[in-house]
Each structure stands twice: as C-alpha cells, then as structure tokens.
C-alpha cells in the first residue's frame, strides 16, 4: 500500500512562509514569480495540500521529502490556476483527490481500436497517468526533471488532463471555456497547432515542441500547457496564436517570467 501524508496537520494550520520562501529557490517555474503571485500561490498550495492526498510507493518510504518539497509539487500544480478566482480554482481541482509518486517509469498493457475495427494490443511505457476521478500517478524520477523552463513538466501535464476532463470523462482537448473564448476560436486555434505538427512529422521536420503533442487532441492540449508555462518563449515564437489563446485561458503571462 502506497504511504500517505496529509498536510497541514491540523497542530500547524499556520502557512509556512519560510518553508515557501525555499520552495521558490527551488525551482525556476516557482522563483520568477512576481511578490503578488508569489503569495497568492503560496496559499493556494497550503491548501492544496490540505485538501488532496499525496501519495509515495514503499520504495520511496525513506525519501527525505521535506515540507518544501510538498510545496513544490503542490505550487507546480496551483501554477496552472493561479490566474483564476478562487472558486474556478477549487471547482477546476474538484476531480483531483491523490497524487501518487511510483519511483520511476512504469508500464501498462493497452488495447486500441484501429480504424478498420482490428484490436491492437501494446506495452505502452508512462512517466504519469490520470482518469476521470481517479488518482494522478507520477514517477518521481520525472517529477524531479520538472520545475525548469526546458518545455517539459509531467505535473502540469497531467494536471492540465484533470482541467480537460472537467466536462467530460475522456480528455478530448477541449476543456471548459471561459465566456472570452468561443468554442470556435479554441477549435480553430489548436487545429492550425495540430495540422502543423501533422505536416512537419510527415516531411520528417522537427516540431517546436514535444511531438507527442501530435498522438491526439487531449495529449496536444496537454503538450500545449507544458509549454506555455515551462518554454513560454519558444511556443510564442513558433505559435503565436496559441500564446495569446492561453494567456486568455489561464488568465496569466508566463513569457513575462520568462523574460524576468
């Protein structure tokens, strides 16, 4: 059985600044942030982490995690909610109960359907996983190579596969949408993203970002969110449109942390 771990406990419902102080210095994603955003995440993260359960596998029942890594983790995760009210926040994470951290990689046996109605079935090697109401797994060798701006972060990832699942139970792409932006223009922006990545795969082209964001719509938007907080600079550069889009969606500029 996985070991849980449960904070704040209820002897210390105090926020931590100082323990947040070095989670920032920790990790680049969480040290641009301006003083404003800074607390505000803060104390988003304390909840968080109040609220949901995090998880370890028994190999790593000896890790020395400390009280700023939790806020680590828990900071990555608001991150991507930070530009919403509160209540957007609490309702966007309604679907996220655990968070379960396995040592490194794993693997699960799938069967896919083809076009054609032949089952196929694969190993299919994960560094995270989630579903609709169920837990969001994660290798914490891939946990740690997240937190910088290198375009890759496995929490938001499948963070942003919880955001998409909150209007329908398989991820699609298509997440619950603030009134600014019409179903049309969120169709029609990721279209154009999807069909270049399409094309340059095809010629044998390299993609601006990773081209897994190419395998299907809720992997690409999910691909996308990585990108926006974590390489803000090469997915304004290489999709403009999509920038702008998510800087609409999540109601925050990361380029500008970038830049700082």
Known sequence: MPIRWLSPSPSSPRFPTADWQTACQRVALLNTLGHEEAEQLGQRAWQFLAQKRISFHPDLKEMAFDRPAYLVLAGQACLLTLGWSNFEHTDAFSNVHE???????????????DEFGVMHEYTDSRAGETSYQGPVVLSFTDLMQSGGFNGYNILIHELAHKLDMGNAVDIDG????????????????????????????????????DDYAASHPGECFAVCCEAFFCAPAILADAYPDLYGLLCRYFNQQPLSRFQR
């Open 174 to 209: 298509f997440p619950p949408l603030p009134n600014s932006i019409t179903p049309a223009e969120w169709h029609g922006v990721f279209s154009g993203v999807w069909n270049d990545l399409q094309d340059r795969l095809q010629r044998g082209q390299p993609t601006p970002i």
């Open 99 to 113: 968070i379960i951290l396995l040592p490194d990689g794993f693997t699960r046996q799938v069967e896919e359907m």
